[in-house]
T-cell receptor, first 114, second 112 residues
Framework: GPKVLQIPSHQIIDMGQMVTLNCDPVSNHLYFYWYKQILGQQMEFLVNFYNGKVMEKSKLFKDQFSVERPDGSYFTLKIQPTALEDSAVYFC????????????FGPGTRLTVL | QQKVQQSPESLSVPEGGMASLNCTSSDRNFQYFWWYRQHSGEGPKALMSIFSDGDKKEGRFTAHLNKASLHVSLHIRDSQPSDSALYFCAASEQTGYQNFYFGKGTSLTVIP
């Protein structure tokens, strides 16, 4: 079936650095999402994105976070600067319509901030 | 306090058996509930949604919702080894994502 790819699968960076997480969504999808899962905790919604704009964001989506999808390429999550509490697995998802059952998730990027 | 709690944390059932997973929310405003499944090394995949009290059946999977008790369950009959995965419950107040909460998950193992 359709697959969402996430690059890289693992990323280790020093606190204060910038990091960009890349998501290659399903080709005809229009809605894009990022979720965060700290080890041992539940997954949490960060943000969704449509037509070049953030639609909704949670309290976790701090000012240091930004998302974009320039020219139909990767959907990216940028964190600048990173903090220790940003260490987590970040899941990207995409869908053709807005809604839970329609989403396809990627396998996640494990981010470790030292 | 976590808004969505799942039990048990882990569950083993024999192949062909019935697996029952539970989810309780602490917020009476929750109206919409979902079940997700995540196989090892993969991202989650939505299985079912349930928005009304009662049962909803899709193949071998049946979800049951009782809004009065804020309880939703997932029953998998004739469990298969391929059903071995982490199952998440999620709930929200409305159809948007700003108040969309996941549980920590139940790890299901189906023993051949």
């Amino acid at each position: 079936g359709p697959k969402v790819l996430q690059i890289p699968s693992h990323q280790i960076i020093d606190m204060g650095q910038m990091v960009t997480l890349n998501c290659d969504p399903v080709s005809n999808h229009l809605y894009f999402y990022w979720y965060k899962q700290i080890l041992g905790q539940q997954m949490e919604f960060l943000v969704n994105f449509y037509n070049g704009k953030v639609m909704e964001k949670s309290k976790l989506f701090k000012d240091q976070f930004s998302v974009e999808r320039p020219d139909g390429s990767y959907f990216t999550l940028k964190i600048q600067p990173t903090a220790l509490e940003d260490s987590a697995v970040y899941f990207c998802a995409s869908s053709s319509r807005l809604g839970g059952l329609e989403q396809y998730f990627g396998p996640g990027t494990r981010l470790t901030v030292l | 306090q976590q808004k969505v709690q799942q039990s048990p944390e882990s569950l083993s059932v024999p192949e062909g058996g019935m697996a029952s997973l539970n989810c309780t929310s602490s917020d009476r405003n929750f109206q919409y509930f979902w079940w997700y499944r995540q196989h090892s090394g993969e991202g989650p995949k939505a299985l079912m949604s349930i928005f009304s009290d009662g049962d909803k059946k899709e193949g071998r999977f049946t979800a049951h919702l009782n809004k009065a008790s804020l309880h939703v369950s997932l029953h998998i009959r004739d469990s298969q080894p391929s059903d071995s995965a982490l199952y998440f419950c999620a709930a929200s107040e409305q159809t948007g994502y700003q108040n969309f909460y996941f549980g920590k998950g139940t790890s299901l193992t189906v023993i051949p």
